[in-house]
């Protein structure tokens, strides 16, 4: 039972244009949401996260939108550039220490075309 | 400061035998989460230590084990491998262990088994 998706395993853009990558979750425990990028031979990096009372989190050219009801955030890099290019990975964790971890979206690979 | 060090990057073992993997945090962190890549299933959690005590399990049969030390290293024993257990092994480590607490990831231990 996968509680964390992201149903596009890849995606391509031009350089300069906006990339939208989407995921959707299940458990209604999860409170806290982050986006990694990686890049082959490296592991995850953290990109941008924000917490279920938020809606919005912005941080340059990346921003995450949370839609609860609908149990669905997306990252929008804007612009996109060729550097992006990268396996980007959506994770949730529900609060509270004692139930800490992240469960992981399969990932999707952007490419960034220049 | 230096990050997530893991050791070895790179293994091929047999079927049966079992393996050990080190992961050094970063200073001062004293959580760290084992994860599990694998093409089909993506991102998985295998457990998370803090203060030498493991505090989360994922759903990995009891051939997975791990340990952390004093100072925070830890390491993963996978015993009796099977062609399956062929992955990228992730350590994260983290200051606490909040679901706000961003997680640091290493390169991995890509483990073969043949």
């Known amino acids: 039972d996968q509680q964390v998706k992201q149903n596009s395993p890849s995606l391509s853009v031009q350089e300069g244009r906006i990339s939208i990558l989407n995921c959707d979750y299940t458990n209604s425990m999860f409170d806290y949401f982050l986006w990694y990028k990686k890049y082959p031979a490296e592991g995850p990096t953290f990109l941008i996260s924000?917490?279920?009372?938020?809606d919005k989190n912005e941080d340059g050219r990346f921003t995450v939108f949370l839609n609860k009801s609908a149990k669905h955030l997306s990252l929008h890099i804007v612009p996109s550039q060729p550097g992006d290019s990268a396996v980007y990975f959506c994770a949730a964790s529900p609060s509270g220490g004692s139930n800490y971890k992240l469960t992981f979206g399969k990932g999707t690979l952007l490419t960034v075309n220049p | 400061k230096a990050g997530v060090t893991q050791t070895p990057r790179y293994l091929i073992k047999t079927r049966g035998q079992q393996v050990t993997l080190s992961c050094s945090p970063i200073?001062?962190?004293?959580?760290v989460s084992w994860y599990q890549q694998t093409p089909g299933q993506g991102l998985q959690f295998l457990f998370e230590?803090?203060?030498?005590?493991?505090?989360n399990k994922g759903n990995f049969p009891g051939r997975f084990s791990g340990r952390q030390f004093s100072n925070s290293r830890s390491e993963m024993n996978v015993s009796t491998l099977e062609l399956g257990d062929s992955a990228l092994y992730l350590c994260?480590?983290?200051?606490?262990?909040?679901?706000?607490?961003?997680?640091?990831f290493g390169q991995g231990t890509r483990l073969t088994v043949v």
């Open positions: 230590y803090f203060s030498e005590t493991q505090r």
């Open positions: 994260a480590s983290s200051l606490g262990w909040g679901a706000d607490t961003e997680a640091f």
């Open positions: 924000i917490s279920s009372i938020k």
């Open positions: 200073s001062g962190h004293r959580s």
